[in-house]
């Protein structure tokens, strides 16, 4: 069946192509060899967290995916516990303050990846009421030079085809 543009746009967001899962994964390896790399350094654990959650923000901003975002978040939440909490290179907490950290971790990047996501499907909305505008424009001062009937309903016959991007007969 007919789908307006908008939701046309809003489900290709969700497609799942492998290049975005590739993208989602690279980040993902990125932001755990920077938290290694970090904690190394001796940068404070807050910093490993701020780099999990620009990790999600970056995978929603990049791919759009709703459930890239959610296995970004939970793997990022799993892999913060595993390498970064003791105990080390398990999914046991030992301090309950950890809990609520991860909890917090997973909430704030699901908010930022929401967030992100629908700021990409405004800016995409806003791109094709621009392109909208503008091909009323053009059409606008193409009918201001027609001067008979079967000129301008041929016309205006044009323009709607382009507007909706459908063929009128």
């Known amino acids: ?8 746009a809003a489900l290709a ?11 989602a994964l690279a980040i993902f390896i990125v932001t755990t060899a920077l938290s290694v790399l970090s904690m190394r350094l001796g940068f404070h654990e807050v910093f490993v967290v701020i ?3 620009f990790g999600i923000l970056l995978t929603a901003v990049t791919t759009g995916n709703r459930l890239l975002g959610l296995a970004m978040t939970v793997i990022s939440v799993l892999a913060y516990n ?7 290179y398990t999914l046991m907490v030992s301090d309950p303050g950890y809990i609520m950290a991860l909890l917090l971790m ?15 499907r405004q800016a995409r909305q806003e791109a094709l009421e621009a392109h909208r505008t503008d091909i009323l424009l053009q059409a606008s001062q193409k009918f201001q030079q027609i001067m008979d009937e079967e000129t301008l309903l041929s016309q205006a016959a044009s ?8 063929s009128i007969i």
């Open 1 to 8: 069946g007919y789908r307006s543009p908008r939701r046309r």
């Open 13 to 23: 967001d969700e497609r799942l192509s492998l290049r975005s899962a590739g993208l």
């Open 51 to 53: 780099l999990y959650v």
């Open 82 to 88: 595993y390498f970064f909490t003791a105990p080390y």
């Open 106 to 120: 997973a909430a704030i990047s699901l908010l930022a990846g929401n967030m992100a996501r629908r700021v990409r």
């Open 159 to 166: 323009e709607l085809a382009v507007l909706l991007g459908r």
